[in-house]
């Protein structure tokens, strides 16, 4: 019974359901869909062109983890932007330093998925089991398709809270720190925004089924990857309706007109009926209106978080207060909520990314290590059932401790070779004692040296 005596089982198979679809189980074969996902229909999930009759599933244990069978086209699609933009203008789109550091945050933000169970799968199965009014039926088109609209549109809201309040902006921004614009800063993510964006899809749980939900919030996130380039231009008609690389770079720009535009997920369809789209004109100048220059990414993630405390003291006033927390970014006594427009600096065209000396060596040394660190975290992912909890917490921390270090490393600063030297030694001794392994045996020597 949906609210009966078994409440005990019910949370664990919650749990149970939440885990097996983030770690990406083997699907039923009675889901109507197919068994595991071809390489034609990852690809086409990227685009969001997978139809009813191939994404939908009875049960979350059945719906594949889409975002992970993915990565190899995440990784053809970044060498693809990187030739065709060097075909195009003899440049590459990036730079090795931004770019380690858009890795380094997208995989701090994966970590805590190690750790504990999707909580945007949690809450909305909880809902589902105890206050569902009515319930869709898995298989219909019908709801596929009103999945489709009610995630974006949830995501349309969620978006555009993230940058009219402080504190929700406080994490969002770091998806917004990149001064490059290529499909690295897709990959940017905060640690933090996921535990507010679960909020804004649980209306949802009220009427429709959890693996239908689970199919679309995937194919949402996923659709957006492809958006972060700057080598594709105009798409034609389908700007009218679809989310396309040229409206995604208005909202990744800091020219005042591009502040707090086109905040759709797939469909652009939502900022035209609210009145916050806006096309792509001027030349856009990407990153933050105040840009925080730096690498690290633990900096990134938590310096918005210390500005908004250091205002929140010195702001007199309980009301003015809560306003720092709740008001928009720009804020400030006597203004209105969103801030003045004047105060957006001025763009002039000759801005110059964050973009310290570092020799070519140290470069080419953050790369090699930052690969090796790749290589330990994806194994930790493909390992995790099978790990202690002393030894997930000691991954996680090397982890961590190396991307610190590497950001420090790209910024020249002073104290960086010491930490590095540390950071090291720490590797050493814990791959000696077997708490480390590569997925490739052989390279276990090479990277002792």
């Not at 939440?18 to 086409?44: I, S």
């Not at 970590?111 to 089991?129: A, C, G, K």
């Not at 992912?381 to 982890?399: K, W």
């Amino acid at each position: 019974p949906r609210r009966g005596g078994a409440g005990g089982a019910r949370r664990r198979g919650e749990r149970s359901a939440a885990q097996g679809w983030r770690r990406g189980r083997a699907m039923g074969a009675e889901a109507g869909g197919p068994r595991d996902t071809a390489p034609g229909q990852q690809l086409r999930a990227l685009f969001y062109a997978l139809p009813p009759g191939e994404s939908s599933f009875r049960t979350v244990e059945e719906v594949p983890d889409y975002v992970e069978k993915s990565i190899p086209f995440f990784i053809t699609f970044i060498g693809l932007e990187f030739a065709v933009s060097w075909i195009q203008k003899r440049k590459l789109p990036g730079r090795i330093n931004d770019g380690i550091s858009s890795l380094s945050l997208g995989i701090l933000s994966r970590l805590p998925d190690v750790l504990f169970r999707s909580i945007e799968l949690i809450s909305y199965m909880y809902v589902w089991n105890n206050y569902r009014i009515f319930e869709l039926p898995w298989d219909s088109p019908w709801t596929w398709y009103l999945t489709l609209l009610g995630v974006d549109f949830a995501y349309y809201c969620f978006h555009r809270m993230s940058h009219e309040v402080n504190i929700l902006w406080a994490a969002h921004q770091v998806h917004h720190s990149s001064e490059d614009y290529n499909l690295f800063t897709a990959l940017r993510q905060s640690v933090l925004q996921k535990y507010t964006s679960w909020m804004f899809n649980l209306p949802m749980a009220l009427f429709i089924p959890p693996s239908v939900f689970a199919v679309h919030l995937q194919f949402n996130l996923l659709y957006q990857f492809w958006i972060h380039t700057e080598v594709i231009t105009k798409l034609g008609p389908l700007e009218w309706i679809l989310n396309t690389p040229s409206h995604h770079r208005v909202h990744h720009g800091r020219n005042p007109y591009c502040i707090d535009k086109n905040y759709g997920g797939t469909l652009i369809i939502w900022d035209r009926i609210f009145g916050t789209f806006e096309a792509e004109d001027a030349k856009v100048v990407y990153g933050l209106t105040h840009p925080v220059n730096s690498f690290d990414p633990i900096m990134l993630q938590l310096r918005p978080l210390a500005h908004i405390w250091n205002t929140f003291w010195a702001t007199p006033g309980f009301c003015n207060k809560l306003s720092v927390i709740f008001k928009g970014p720009g804020w400030g006594p006597g203004k209105p909520r969103l801030g003045l427009p004047e105060e957006i600096p001025v763009i002039t065209g000759k801005e110059v990314p964050f973009n310290p000396r570092v020799p070519g060596y140290l470069n080419g040394y953050a790369l090699v290590h930052f690969a090796v660190v790749v290589d330990l975290y994806t194994e930790l992912l493909a390992s995790t059932t099978m790990l202690s909890q002393g030894t997930l917490l000691l991954r996680i921390g090397f982890i961590i401790l190396s991307l610190a270090s590497f950001g420090l490393l790209l910024e020249n600063k002073s104290k960086a070779g010491i930490l590095e030297i540390i950071r090291c030694l720490v590797f050493i001794g814990v791959y000696q004692l077997g708490y480390f392994r590569s997925q490739f045996s052989f390279l276990g020597y090479v990277y002792e040296v």
